[in-house]
């Protein structure tokens, strides 16, 4: 009997270890967290012509600082943008209204991210409202396309002076 | 061969194994209220009865009555309920190993029965003083020595109060002092609570001293049966050499083997 | 042509015995509405298998997660990618490494234990005694120790992840110096429930594999000294080549 008891002792710690590391994981590692839904948060959103590989949850920053998440990615088919709608922390309301949102990339590997560069505007971003000025995603494919662009043009510009200042032997 | 009604009736039980026949039209009938023994050199399938009887393994063809009810005819259901009435003890005990001695006794009671925790406790020490165990009840069946351990699995047996008792080759690796111990117990217990109790074994002297009836088995059937003075004096070879006690007869002592010099002389060393 | 036919003779006992398995799974099942009504049975099979694993798998989350804050430091600072090593960690345990290593450090410890004990209780005959008693041996010895072993899995798993995310964390922010705000954050926005879902489900169906093949293997050993040593032993081996078979099935089956 006595012996019983310690093993319930020891099984309830047991089990209340297991639940404890659940909670953890569910809570510490996911975007799920509790800690950020206890904060308060309004909401702005911004339109690009490209958001890359943006993901929800993606952090929002503004000087390096982390003020948001992005919470949502929609399309609006009649101008063929994409919308993405951010939660910003409550304590960061003095963002002036003509401030631009730009998605950056955090590393080589690294996810997207939306970095918010401030405006000089007098008025603040309220709850849903809209960020005007946005810069797309930066694109691998693009910028090797006017790399290449760029390089087929310097190049006829050497073959021409080579040519023009007569054959070299 | 008896007036009393049989509680168990055998008949022409055929039982084989891996090819091998155990038992060929096999008769046997237990008389209630009786101490029977049932024994047999080795390996002639004294504990395949017992297994049968219980129905733990089913028999190939013949019929077993145990309390009137065919065996082969119960279902699963109807064979647990008989098994209450039955109290079984294992060869080395079969104690629970991860329960005290009171809680191996209990077993049986917490196991079919609602009974009160006040009830159990009396019920067990009951039974364990009737073993003689009543002062070891809260030991741990590692500190209990072979005798104390297959006492306990006695006291287990009975504490569901059975009909039958069955005793699976219970001096086995006992010294004579609990052997005396156990011969008594089982005479007491069949003769107190009106049991019926069947005994395997093949320590002559014992059975001699506590048995009302004998059955000899010898190659799958019965060769011999009576009281154990009747079985003194069986004229009957194979009776008397296992009787006896002697070391050659109708069992042999040497194994099957090629002529002797033969293999001695072998040149090529073939075995 | 010798090799063939064997080949074929182990593969075909391996089937039959998959399906014995399968098959003694079915009458454990049966049993487990009643063996749930003595509670303490299980609690005490629980305390056999989780509480006493506790030492050996919080050790080994720990040196896991340290590992892995290593090499993935290591690996990552190639593409300048350290700041990823919270979410490399994390992603890592919780959805292999958790599941996993922990069903195989179960099978090795509270596996064999449990193959061990049911197999020298079949050996001394305490469970046909139990049969005799015409108590079913399913419903009181194999069904609470298959439910202990089943409870007690995916706890171990998800204490293995945490403490090894610690580990990791320890080694990357501590030693590495890691920015800790990144370990974490990065890890708060890459890993999803569904990883989380994912790791959980694994844990749980190894519990019950190695849990399964563990109360089979002891309650179908032979009643001898060798018989309860190679079912421990088929224990062990069989339960690490199903884990490892099914984590393969079930990553698939969530991507």
């Given amino acids: 009997m006595r012996k019983s008891r310690a093993m319930n002792l020891g099984t309830g710690l047991f089990v209340l270890l297991g639940f404890a590391a659940l909670f953890f994981l569910t809570t510490q590692t996911t975007n799920r967290g509790v800690s950020f839904h206890s904060e308060p948060h309004y909401r702005v959103t911004a339109k690009f012509d490209n958001i890359g590989d943006l993901k929800v949850g993606a952090p929002v920053s503004m000087a390096g600082v982390e003020i948001g998440r992005v919470v949502g990615i929609g399309f609006d088919s009649r101008d063929y943008k994409a919308v993405v709608a951010m939660n910003l922390n409550a304590k960061y309301n003095q963002i002036p209204t003509d401030s631009d949102a730009s998605i950056y990339t955090q590393s080589l590997l690294g996810g997207k991210f939306v970095g918010i560069s401030p405006g000089g505007a007098e008025t603040y971003l309220k709850n849903n409202d809209q960020i005007a000025f946005t810069q797309s995603a930066f694109v691998l494919e693009n910028l090797i396309g006017q790399f290449l662009a760029n390089f087929g043009k310097s190049s006829d510009h050497s073959k021409s002076a080579a040519g023009a200042g007569g054959q070299v032997k | ?271 | ?255």
Wanted: one cysteine or more; charged letters at 15%; aromatic letters at 8%.
């Fill in chain 2, 1 to 271: 061969m008896n007036q009393t009604s049989a509680i168990i009736e055998i008949r022409d039980l055929s039982y084989a194994v891996g090819g091998r026949t155990i038992f060929d039209k096999f008769d046997m009938d237990v008389a209630r209220g009786r101490v029977t023994a049932v024994m047999g050199p080795s390996g002639t399938g004294k504990t395949t009865l017992l297994r049968l009887i219980t129905r733990q393994v089913r028999a190939d063809s013949g019929s077993i009555r145990v309390a009137g009810a065919e065996l082969g005819a119960l279902t699963h259901a109807e064979i647990f309920a008989l098994r209450r009435r039955m109290g079984m003890l294992f060869q080395n005990g079969a104690l629970l190993t991860d329960l005290s001695v009171f809680e191996n006794v209990a077993f049986p009671l917490r196991e079919h029965t609602r009974l009160d925790e006040r009830l159990i406790r009396n019920l067990v020490l009951t039974k364990l003083q009737a073993v003689g165990l009543r002062g070891a009840a809260e030991l741990g069946t590692a500190e209990l020595s072979g005798g104390m351990a297959r006492r306990v699995a006695l006291a287990r047996a009975i504490v569901m109060d059975p009909e039958i008792l069955i005793y699976d080759e219970p001096f086995v690796g006992l010294d004579p002092i609990s052997k005396g111990v156990v011969l008594r117990l089982i005479r007491r217990l069949n003769d107190a609570l009106g049991l019926t109790s069947i005994l395997v074994s093949h320590d002559v002297h014992e059975i001699a001293s506590v048995a009302d009836a004998v059955f000899l088995l010898s190659g799958g059937k019965v060769v011999a049966h009576g009281t154990p003075q009747e079985l003194q004096s069986f004229p009957s070879e194979v009776v008397k050499q296992f009787v006896g006690g002697l070391a050659d007869g109708p069992v042999p002592f040497h194994y099957p083997a090629p002529d002797y010099y033969g293999q001695l002389l072998a040149r090529d060393g073939a075995p």
């Fill in chain 3, 1 to 255: 042509m010798n090799l063939f036919a064997d080949l074929w003779a182990s593969m075909s006992d391996s089937l039959v015995r998959l399906g014995d398995i399968v098959g003694f799974l079915g009458r454990i099942m049966l049993q487990v509405p009643r063996a749930l009504l003595r509670f303490q049975l299980i609690v005490d099979q629980v305390y056999n298998a989780g509480a006493l694993s506790l030492v050996i798998v919080m050790l080994s989350g720990l040196f896991v997660g340290m590992v892995l804050g290593l090499q993935g430091f290591e690996l990552l600072q190639r593409f300048g990618s350290e700041q990823a090593l919270g979410t490399a960690a994390a992603i890592g345990l919780v959805k292999e490494l958790g599941p996993v290593v922990t069903a195989l450090l179960f099978a090795g410890r509270a596996g064999t234990a449990l193959a061990a004990e049911l197999g020298l209780m079949r050996a001394t005959d305490q469970l046909s005694a139990m049969e005799m008693m015409a108590v079913d041996p399913i419903r009181r010895v194999v069904a609470p120790r298959f439910l202990g072993g089943v409870i007690a899995m995916p706890l171990l798993a998800a204490i293995f992840s945490m403490i090894g995310i610690y580990g990791a964390q320890l080694v990357g922010v501590q030693i590495m110096k890691v920015d800790a705000g990144s370990f974490w954050s990065q890890m708060r926005a890459s890993v999803h429930l569904i990883d989380l879902n994912e790791g959980i489900v694994k844990s749980c169906v190894f519990g019950v594999a190695c849990s399964l093949i563990a109360v089979y293997e002891g309650y179908h050993a032979a009643p001898t000294a060798e018989g309860v040593g190679a079912a421990t032993t088929r224990t062990v081996v069989t339960s690490a080549v199903i884990v490892l078979f099914l984590d393969y099935l079930i990553t698939a089956f969530f991507l």
